[in-house]
């Protein structure tokens, strides 16, 4: 059964750094998209980043653009979501997901979801 766990959230500062983890379970995550989203209360949710399984390339939202980072590791079959110079913008729920058969990047949804871990950026 595939499965995706999020790790890695808590409470930081303004300028602070969190690196979320998206572990797998059932499937590789170097054959599928894997895309990170977030929810902030009321509001939609968001793509946040997303990488692809054949040559790693990237994908960011213009509002994390230059402050995360994606990457993966196939040996842990994980992908972490670095994250620099957080804002109070930035304070949701973050995903990890991935749509089955889709290759590319961005990533619009998911048909697999992780439970979500919190981020808030709060002095």
């Known amino acids: 059964q595939l499965q995706l766990v999020e790790s890695g959230g808590g409470l930081v500062q303004p300028g602070g750094s969190l690196r979320l983890s998206c572990s797998a379970s059932?499937?590789?995550?170097?054959?599928?998209?894997i895309g990170w989203f977030r929810q902030a209360p009321g509001k939609e949710r968001e793509a946040v980043s997303c990488i692809s399984p054949s040559d790693g390339s990237t994908y960011y939202a213009d509002s994390v653009k230059g402050r995360f980072t994606i990457s993966r590791d196939n040996a842990k079959n994980t992908v972490y979501l670095q994250m620099n110079s957080l804002k109070p913008e930035d304070t949701a729920v973050y995903y990890c997901?991935?749509?089955?058969?889709?290759?590319?990047?961005?990533?619009?949804?998911?048909?697999?979801w992780g439970q979500g871990t919190q981020v808030t950026v709060s002095s």
């Open positions: 059932g499937f590789a995550l170097n054959v599928y998209a």
């Open positions: 997901a991935t749509q089955t058969q889709v290759f590319t990047c961005p990533l619009r949804g998911g048909n697999y």
